[in-house]
């Protein structure tokens, strides 16, 4: 069918700013874990309409071809909405979405005709996944026309001829039939809170013993803090983005008076490109996981082989 699967991402960077001297070096060579990666977060506009959206063939833009051609998505990528939370785009940043009269089991399109003007579908070709996606997700359907149609968990997937340019989400909630497609095929949504006190820093990071993992960092509220294989620490770079950083909360920055127990190396904050600051400890970005429900709780541990407690002073805690 042509379409990607095993391609090897470059994860996007998280890059700080260099203001102290030279970290150690990584410790994780060989991991294959996949990030996630992310482009700008897109607007959310209102949008109003029948099933298919008002004025067939109506509106135009690059991303979205109102004659209804259909073109490939090349490689995918996860954006960040404020209120949809992650969505799959193209490989031009244009939102995908998925159409509730359809079916994915099996996949089968119901937009045809002036629909697909004005819904142009997603051609099956050099769609690659986004990092941070399962590749497994990405199938195609042939249609009544014999052309074949990128679908995502089953699901076929299109982009709206009213979005014009990367990262409008315009067709959000169309006839209520219309919705932008999260990473997983399944309607974007954005994620309920984390409960009270997981991923939830509060200003400090101590230490903690437990029977299996021995000394491990913790947040202020007891919850344990992660590092992820992939990234690194000299330069310090974080590859957790998108759908990854809404699993595992990027630990905020803390007052180095209120790390207790660490070894304070290189006690840096990172900048990320998404506008939240990281705490790093030994350089390395640190996290916590929505997984753990309470103090305590270490259900992150050896998550992917690539997710580990850190020690006070900064390494991966790779029991299990």
Same mark, same amino acid.
């Given at each position: ?21 030279? =970290? ?86 119901? =937009?045809?005709?002036? =629909? ?123 590859? =957790? ?80």
């Amino acid at each position: 069918m042509g379409i990607k699967r095993g391609t090897t991402l470059a994860a996007v960077a998280v890059v700080v700013a260099l203001t102290a001297t030279a =970290c150690g070096g990584s410790d994780s060579a060989g991991d294959t874990a996949k990030p996630a990666g992310a482009v700008a977060a897109p607007s959310q506009a209102p949008s109003s309409g029948d099933g298919y959206g008002d004025g067939y063939g109506s509106g135009s833009g690059s991303g979205a071809d109102a004659a209804g051609d259909a073109k490939p998505a090349g490689q995918l990528a996860i954006a960040q909405d404020e209120k949809l939370g992650s969505v799959l785009a193209d490989s031009a940043g244009f939102t995908l979405y998925r159409f509730d009269k359809d079916t994915a089991k099996p996949s089968k399109s119901s =937009c045809d005709g002036d =629909c697909a003007k004005v819904w142009p579908v997603v051609a099956a070709g050099d769609a690659t996944a986004a990092a941070g996606m399962d590749p497994a997700l990405l199938g195609e359907v042939v249609r009544t026309d014999g052309s074949k149609q990128l679908t995502v968990a089953g699901w076929p997937v299109y982009r709206y001829s009213k979005d014009t340019k990367a990262g409008d989400t315009n067709g959000q909630g169309v006839g209520g039939t219309w919705f932008a497609a999260a990473p997983d095929g399944k309607k974007a949504a954005k994620a309920a809170p984390a409960p009270a006190g997981a991923g939830q820093a509060s200003g400090a990071l101590t230490v903690a013993k437990d029977p299996k993992l021995g000394d491990h960092i913790v947040d202020g509220n007891g919850m344990t803090v992660y590092r992820f294989k992939p990234d690194t620490a000299w330069p310090m770079v974080s590859k =957790c983005e998108g759908a990854c950083v809404a699993k595992w909360p990027v630990v905020p920055p803390v007052d180095q008076a209120n790390a207790k127990g660490i070894i304070q190396k290189n006690y840096l904050v990172l900048d990320r490109p998404d506008g939240k600051k990281q705490q790093t400890v030994n350089c390395w970005p640190v996290y916590t996981f929505t997984g753990d429900k309470k103090a305590g709780d270490t259900n992150g541990q050896g998550v992917g082989g690539t997710w580990y407690a850190v020690a006070p002073d900064g390494k991966l805690i790779t029991v299990q």
